[in-house]
């Protein structure tokens, strides 16, 4: 059995297929960084990797997606396929 769900810090959405994390920044790369951080977290959490591992998980299998760039923030998100994450949030 998987660790208990850890709590998002940004926001996240649900689509047929993937979870995917958002998350803002004054640059890409803090966009980005915070982004996969959250991911990575959920990712570890739920099929007990190492950080180290989830890093490597989420380079080979999950997608970056800009989102808008239009205000003085910068918003990405990060989808993770929901084969690899079938549940973010358990009641």
């Known amino acids: ?6 709590r998002c810090s940004t926001s996240s959405v ?3 297929e993937h979870f995917m ?8 790369e803090e966009a980005i960084r915070r982004g996969l951080e959250e991911a990575v977290k959920h990712l570890c959490s739920a099929l007990q990797l190492s950080f180290e591992d989830g890093y490597r998980l989420s380079s080979a299998a999950c997608d ?3 989102s808008q760039i239009v205000n003085e923030l910068v ?3 990060v989808a993770v396929p929901k ?9």
């Open 1 to 6: 059995m998987g660790r208990p769900p850890v």
């Open 14 to 16: 649900e689509t047929p």
């Open 21 to 28: 994390f958002l998350s803002s920044g004054k640059t890409f």
């Open 64 to 66: 970056l997606k800009i």
């Open 75 to 77: 918003t990405v998100r």
């Open 83 to 91: 084969q690899i994450l079938s549940e973010l949030f358990r009641l």
